[in-house]
């Protein structure tokens, strides 16, 4: 029930644009994104609990398509301070009093 | 406003021994999640408590592990015996309410255990 991200890692220059992605197997009722950097806690971005809702802060944006079951975290001219490792969180199936965290994506920014 | 607190940030605990992690979660949050994360790996569910209450432990370890949440003080993970494969960094989130609906849990900083 572990969501799927990917990529796995990516490496961009500074200007750049990123996407990354998170699917289920199963139903999606709401999709929650968090970027850890190293050594610190994970801090929430956003979340998203309508299918084909998008939200955004700053220039990091996001989508959710219910139907098919994945959400899209977009990075838009990338600054240093957005590297990092960026998980998607969903309800658990069994009890959606848990959220479970995909296996993250490491995000690199290099001058 | 102080955040999510975790004590101690960093454990060094010999096989066989007892580990104990506290979580002070934010002001006026009653309910609290603890993770594990292994080296260069993603967060794993371990438990959701609610004051006096456990809700969800279906990501704990059958033995060895223990959480709960006093009425009065901190919510408390217990590792008996440990063991080399329980070194990793564990965090504990608060919420107000119910973490799927609010949609932000507030991390603390970690507790880092190493067994030697």
């Known amino acids: 029930q572990q969501p799927v991200q990917s990529p796995q890692a990516v490496i961009l220059r500074e200007g750049e644009d990123a996407v990354i992605n998170c699917s289920s197997s199963?139903?999606?009722?709401?999709v929650h994104w968090y970027r850890q950097k190293h050594g610190e806690a994970p801090v929430f971005l956003m979340i998203?609990?309508?299918?084909?809702e998008q939200k955004g802060h700053d220039k990091i944006s996001a989508s959710f398509n219910e139907k098919k079951q994945q959400s899209s975290l977009y990075l838009t001219a990338s600054q240093l301070s957005y590297s990092g490792t960026y998980f998607c969180?969903?309800?658990?199936?069994?009890?959606?009093?848990?959220?479970?965290f995909g296996s993250g994506t490491r995000l690199s920014i290099r001058p | 406003n102080a955040g999510v607190m975790q004590n101690p940030r960093h454990l060094v605990r010999r096989r066989g021994q007892e580990a104990r992690l506290r979580c002070s979660p934010m002001?006026?949050?009653?309910?609290v999640y603890w993770y594990r994360q292994l080296p260069e790996e993603g967060l794993k569910f371990m438990v959701y408590?609610?004051?006096?209450?456990?809700?969800?432990e279906s990501g704990m370890p059958k033995e060895r592990f223990s959480a709960e949440f006093p009425k009065e003080g901190p919510s408390i993970l217990r590792i008996q015996q440990v063991v080399r494969g329980d070194s990793a960094a564990y965090f504990c989130?608060?919420?107000?309410?119910?973490?799927?609906?609010?949609?932000?849990?507030?991390f603390g900083e970690g507790s880092r255990l190493t067994v030697l």
């Open positions: 989130a608060s919420s107000p309410q119910q973490g799927t609906n609010t949609g932000e849990l507030f």
């Open positions: 408590l609610q004051k006096e209450n456990i809700i969800d």
């Open positions: 998203l609990l309508k299918g084909g």
């Open positions: 199963k139903a999606l009722y709401s």
């Open positions: 002001k006026g949050h009653s309910h």
């Open positions: 969180g969903v309800p658990g199936y069994s009890s959606a009093s848990k959220i479970i």
